[in-house]
């Protein structure tokens, strides 16, 4: 089945079919990073009263435009799932991942609830599924329809690598070199993370020109995480996606006394895939 799809294409259909795959869960797409701390919030003492209630009242009457004219575009979801860029996709996708669980949840918080926790804005309860600040920047639930198509798109992105590599790995980003050819994707085992490389699109299916084993650190109430990787003759490499643009993957050979760094932005593998 290839269900290669774009932002907007299919997503009604496949999402019914993929919420039978799993159940309904208040699960992260960021990790809870913030502890409260009220005088570092953007709001300081001032809850926004009139926008929470705004956005209240959207999710509890389903009102996809109106929530959707609240976002700040792009609302990111967990890979490989695409973000939601503006304010049209949001209206298409709404009835996906505002379902009856997370209406529910906020028609049956109070006001008073919501609180602010650090540089994330505001949230409500001990789940914290949305998150606003000037606007609803991060949402945090995942519906047991998008956990089901992430899955789905997971592993036929993960089948389109060469068989030896396919064993049980996630998915994590697909890195796109900015000014040159080279495709790089970080997936996921247990506790371990893979660093491949491919010379461009055409040899995505392929041997990976570069292959390390590594791990991943946050630091920080904002979890800024770092990826370090290395293979068995030497060769290391580190990433760093919370920097400051230009983001760079880098790669040394100390045997070779040789470093290459990759200005590289995140894409989607199945937009590229040959």
Same mark, same amino acid.
């Given at each position: 089945?290839?269900?290669?799809? @774009? @932002? ?9 079919? +993929? ?31 009139? !926008? ?9 009457? @389903?009102? !996809? ?11 990111? /979801? ?6 939601? =860029? =503006? ?25 008073? =609830? ?15 599924? %949305?998150?606003? =600040? ?27 690598? +060469? ?11 697909? &890195?796109? #070199? %900015?000014?040159?050819? *080279? ?10 993370? /893979? &660093? ?5 699109? *055409? ?18 109430? !904002? ?12 060769? #290391?490499? #580190?990433?760093?996606?919370? !920097?400051?643009?230009?983001? *760079? ?13 990759? #200005? ?11």
């Amino acid at each position: 089945m290839n269900i290669f799809i @774009n @932002n907007r294409m299919g997503w009604k259909s496949l999402a019914l079919a +993929a919420a039978c795959l799993t159940s309904v869960a208040f699960t992260s797409c960021h990790d809870a990073k913030a502890e409260k701390e009220s005088s570092d919030s953007s709001y300081a003492e001032t809850r926004p009263d009139a !926008a929470l209630k705004e956005l209240m009242r959207t999710l509890s009457e @389903n009102d !996809a435009p109106g929530f959707a004219a609240l976002c700040v575009y792009p609302i990111p /979801r967990p890979y490989p799932l695409k973000s939601i =860029d =503006d304010s049209i996709s949001m209206v298409d996708y709404f009835p996906i991942i505002a379902d009856d669980s997370l209406r529910t949840y906020i028609r049956k918080s109070k006001l008073e =609830d919501w609180e602010s926790y650090g540089w994330r804005g505001w949230s409500v309860g001990d789940s914290r599924p %949305i998150w606003y =600040d000037e606007g609803v920047q991060i949402i945090d639930y995942v519906s047991p329809a998008e956990s089901g198509l992430q899955k789905i798109l997971a592993r036929e992105e993960i089948m389109s690598l +060469a068989p030896q590599y396919r064993d049980g790995w996630t998915p994590v980003m697909t &890195l796109i #070199e %900015i000014d040159g050819n *080279k495709v790089f994707r970080i997936d996921s085992k247990n506790d371990s993370y /893979r &660093l491949m490389g491919f010379d461009d699109a *055409k040899h995505m299916r392929d041997l990976p020109s570069v292959l390390m084993i590594g791990s991943v650190s946050k630091e920080g109430s !904002a979890g800024y995480a770092t990826y370090t990787f290395s293979d068995s003759i030497g060769s #290391e490499a #580190e990433f760093f996606p919370d !920097a400051e643009p230009p983001v *760079k993957i880098f790669i040394k050979n100390p045997k070779l006394k040789k470093e290459n760094s990759y #200005e590289v932005r995140q894409g989607y593998w199945r937009d590229i895939l040959k």
